[in-house]
């Protein structure tokens, strides 16, 4: 369940435009000055959209649901409500001279919502280079927001689109890694006309951590036969009553919860996998690159070859997505 948070969050000033949190919360974008509204210096930076934080919620020890609104000239976060959506966020790094970080998240709301999204966020400890969900987790509602920038559609194997595309859905969720994973879900669900089947894996520590399973085993009551859930613990000391799976990953695992490889019945899957490098890389491979660009920055990022439990399991690259 869900609980609505009375811890006090301390105040928060290393997004962009903390300044203009302070001066002009909710004005729908943030405009970055050389001086902030106590004097300290500020590096200045072009208009982005700015969202205000409304409401928080934990959902464990360290992650929240953050909830924040649109500006007022836009319905939805994303250009097509049909399409999942992803946010870059900025970040002025105190750790790192102010230096700007950028971190990706996608929310777990549908994309068609009107006025506001969800995002799932886990608080790490800061460091160089880091400290984004940190951030994040401490803003406080009705004072603070997220600056960042629409992300483009993410490809998904020369497509966009989601609903109505497979017979079958494999998700395989390793932490907040299943924040991407649900809005997926949603979109087909959504869907009238979408028969596809999805089974999702979420793999976690300990049953606590297990992020937003009310809702995971709401929508799996609510919709027999289309979607069902599995969970997989990694943490020792599992309880005798435990009814799902132990461990990070294994061929057996991937047999019994996910849809099997196109190849096997002549219907389509798609497995869907989500967590950090490491636990990508072990269920489907790391992601690769392509060459650098002229301008000599970094090229943009490709699928690369199928390797680990899916390959051994015996699918194809070709029934694979990996974050």
Same mark, same amino acid.
């Given at each position: 369940?869900?609980?609505?948070s009375?811890q006090?969050v301390? #105040? ?5 435009a903390?300044?203009?949190? %302070?001066?002009n919360f /909710? *004005? =729908?974008? $943030? ?7 106590n004097?300290?210096s500020?590096?200045?930076?072009a208009?982005?959209?700015?969202y ?10 360290d ?6 609104s649109?500006?007022?000239?836009r319905k ?8 999942p959506?992803c946010?870059?966020?900025h970040h002025?790094?105190s ?13 777990i ?5 009107e006025?506001s999204f969800d ?9 160089p ?8 987790c401490?803003l ?6 997220l600056v960042g920038k629409?992300?483009?559609e ?5 497509? #966009?689109t ?5 017979d079958r859905i494999? %998700?395989?969720?390793g /932490? *907040? =890694?299943? $924040?991407?994973l649900?809005?997926?879900?949603r ?21 606590e951590?297990i992020?937003?399973?009310d ?15 599995t ?6 000391n ?5 009814k ?15 849809p099997?490889?196109s ?7 798609m497995v869907?996998?989500c ?5 990508r ?13 002229a301008?000599g ?7 690369g ?7 051994d ?7 694979v997505?990996k974050?």
């Open positions: 369940m869900i609980r609505r009375s006090n301390r #105040p928060w000033s290393t997004i962009w903390a300044a203009t949190v %302070l001066c /909710g *004005t =729908g974008s $943030a405009q970055v000055p050389t001086q902030s509204c004097g300290s500020m590096p200045a930076m208009s982005v959209p700015s205000p934080l409304v409401d928080k919620w934990r959902q464990s020890h992650t929240w649901l953050l909830r924040f649109l500006p007022s000239d939805h976060l994303g250009d097509d409500p049909s399409f959506t946010i870059s966020v002025n790094s750790l790192d001279g102010g230096k700007l970080l950028k971190k990706s998240y996608s929310p709301s549908h994309p068609a919502t006025g995002l799932l966020v886990k608080s790490y400890q800061p460091q280079g880091g400290g984004v969900g940190d951030a994040l401490n406080q509602p009705g004072k603070d927001v629409l992300k483009s993410r490809m998904v194997h020369g497509s #966009p989601i609903s109505r595309r497979w494999g %998700l395989v969720a /932490g *907040t =890694g299943v $924040a991407p649900v809005q997926i879900v979109i087909i669900l959504d869907d009238p006309y979408d028969r596809t089947k999805i089974y999702m894996l979420s793999i976690n520590r300990y049953e951590d992020l937003i399973r809702e995971l085993d709401r929508m799996a009551t609510e919709h027999p036969g289309r979607f069902s859930v969970y997989s613990l990694t943490g020792g599992v309880s005798k009553d435990w799902g799976f132990t461990g990070r990953g294994s061929v057996e695992m991937a047999r019994k919860a996910l099997p490889p190849a096997k019945d002549g219907q389509s899957t869907f996998v967590g950090t490098d490491g636990f890389d072990m269920w489907a491979g790391p992601i690769a690159r392509a060459p650098s660009k301008d920055s970094k090229g943009p990022k490709i699928q070859p199928l390797l680990g439990v899916l390959k399991a015996g699918y194809d690259a070709t029934d997505f974050y």
